[in-house]
């Protein structure tokens, strides 16, 4: 194998391990639930979910999951409502 491909392996793997070097800005994603295919995206910092409980509490179970998968990589700005991250323990903050 090339070294200078070598080094560009070791170098993903070291970013990899370091998720805080990556801040997503706009994200679009179907969340398959246990009633429905939701389409849940992030723009400018807000969340948004296709799921009737999106519509009333711009917060879901869904969006709260991707917070969790995505961690410090999602903008503190997309955080729930407050006191909603914390109760739910995501974006590991």
């Known amino acids: 194998m090339h ?3 070598i080094g560009k392996i070791e170098k993903a793997k ?3 391990e370091e998720r ?3 801040n997503f800005s706009e994200l679009r994603a179907s969340f398959r639930g246990e009633h429905d295919v939701y389409h849940v ?3 400018d910092g807000s969340w948004q979910c ?6 009333g509490w711009k917060v879901c179970s ?7 998968i995505l961690g410090v990589m999602v903008p ?12 739910a323990g995501v974006n590991g903050r």
Do not use: Q
């Not at 869904?62 to 969790?68: D, F, G, P, V, Y």
């Open 20 to 22: 805080d070097r990556v």
């Open 14 to 16: 070291r970013y990899a």
């Open 76 to 87: 503190r700005s997309a955080n729930p409502p407050s006191g909603v991250a914390e109760t």
């Open 50 to 55: 296709s799921c009737n409980f999106f519509a």
């Open 41 to 43: 995206s992030l723009k």
């Open 62 to 68: 869904h969006t709260m999951a991707l917070e969790r």
């Open 3 to 5: 070294s200078s491909l």
